[in-house]
C-alpha cells in the first residue's frame, strides 16, 4: 500500500492537472526533464508549458531503459509510467525500479511516477511502486477516471514532505 499523511495527497481535476501543477513546482529552476521516449504528446505539451525542457530517454519492451540516464546530471524530474508504460505498454523490472531510485538519490531529483492505470493487472506479481520503495524521492500521480469513468475528471498525487509549503504557495 501506498502510507502517506493526508497533509501530502493534492486532489485534482484529473492527472492532467496534477501533472501541470507538478510541473509549475520546477518551472524556476532552469533544469531539464527526462521523460519516456515515446510518451503521450499531451503529456509532453503540459510539461514544456512549463517551459521546462524535455530530454527524451527510449524505453523497450521493460520501459525506461536506466542504463541511459547516466549523462543527464540533476533534471528537475524524471516523467516514468512504470506500471504500464504508455504506449508500448512494458512493465519496469524491479532492477529498473531500483536503479531509477539510486539515481534520483545519486542527482538529488525526482521521480515522476504516472500510475494511471495499475489496478488492471491480470496476470504476474504486483511490482512495487517507485513511490513504496523511496517515498522522499517519489512525487506519485494517478487518477480515478480509469476505473470509475472519463467524464469524471478526479485525480490526485502524493508529494514529498519537503515540497508540499512550495506547492501550497504556488497554488
Same mark, same amino acid.
Given at each position: 500500500?501506498?502510507?502517506?499523511? +493526508?497533509?501530502?495527497?493534492?486532489?485534482?481535476?484529473?492527472?492532467?492537472?496534477?501533472?501541470?501543477?507538478?510541473?509549475?513546482?520546477?518551472?524556476?529552476?532552469?533544469?531539464?526533464?527526462?521523460?519516456?521516449?515515446?510518451?503521450? +504528446?499531451?503529456?509532453?505539451?503540459?510539461?514544456?508549458?512549463? %517551459?521546462?525542457?524535455?530530454?527524451?530517454?527510449?524505453?523497450?519492451?521493460?520501459?525506461?531503459?536506466?542504463?541511459? #540516464?547516466?549523462?543527464?546530471?540533476?533534471?528537475?524530474?524524471?516523467?516514468?509510467?512504470?506500471?504500464?508504460?504508455?504506449?508500448?505498454?512494458?512493465?519496469?523490472?524491479?532492477?529498473?525500479?531500483?536503479?531509477?531510485?539510486?539515481?534520483?538519490?545519486?542527482?538529488?531529483?525526482?521521480?515522476?511516477?504516472?500510475?494511471?492505470?495499475? /489496478?488492471?493487472?491480470? /496476470?504476474?506479481?504486483?511490482?512495487?511502486?517507485?513511490?513504496? #520503495?523511496?517515498?522522499?524521492?517519489?512525487?506519485?500521480?494517478?487518477?480515478?477516471? %480509469?476505473? #470509475?469513468? +472519463?467524464?469524471?475528471?478526479?485525480?490526485?498525487?502524493?508529494?514529498?514532505?519537503?515540497?508540499?509549503?512550495?506547492? #501550497?504557495?504556488? %497554488?
Amino acid at each position: 500500500g501506498l502510507a502517506c499523511s +493526508p497533509e501530502q495527497i493534492m486532489i485534482v481535476s484529473g492527472s492532467t492537472q496534477g501533472l501541470s501543477l507538478i510541473s509549475a513546482l520546477f518551472q524556476d529552476q532552469q533544469q531539464a526533464v527526462l521523460i519516456e521516449d515515446p510518451t503521450h +504528446p499531451g503529456l509532453r505539451q503540459i510539461i514544456e508549458r512549463a %517551459k521546462l525542457n524535455l530530454i527524451g530517454i527510449p524505453v523497450d519492451d521493460q520501459g525506461l531503459i536506466t542504463d541511459l #540516464l547516466a549523462p543527464h546530471r540533476a533534471p528537475a524530474f524524471i516523467y516514468t509510467t512504470p506500471s504500464h508504460q504508455y504506449p508500448l505498454g512494458g512493465i519496469l523490472p524491479i532492477q529498473r525500479r531500483q536503479k531509477l531510485i539510486q539515481y534520483a538519490i545519486a542527482n538529488d531529483t525526482y521521480l515522476l511516477e504516472d500510475d494511471y492505470d495499475s /489496478e488492471f493487472r491480470f /496476470e504476474g506479481q504486483p511490482v512495487s511502486s517507485l513511490y513504496e #520503495l523511496n517515498p522522499d524521492r517519489v512525487i506519485y500521480l494517478g487518477t480515478f477516471s %480509469k476505473i #470509475l469513468t +472519463p467524464a469524471i475528471r478526479l485525480g490526485w498525487f502524493i508529494l514529498p514532505d519537503h515540497l508540499i509549503t512550495t506547492h #501550497l504557495e504556488r %497554488k
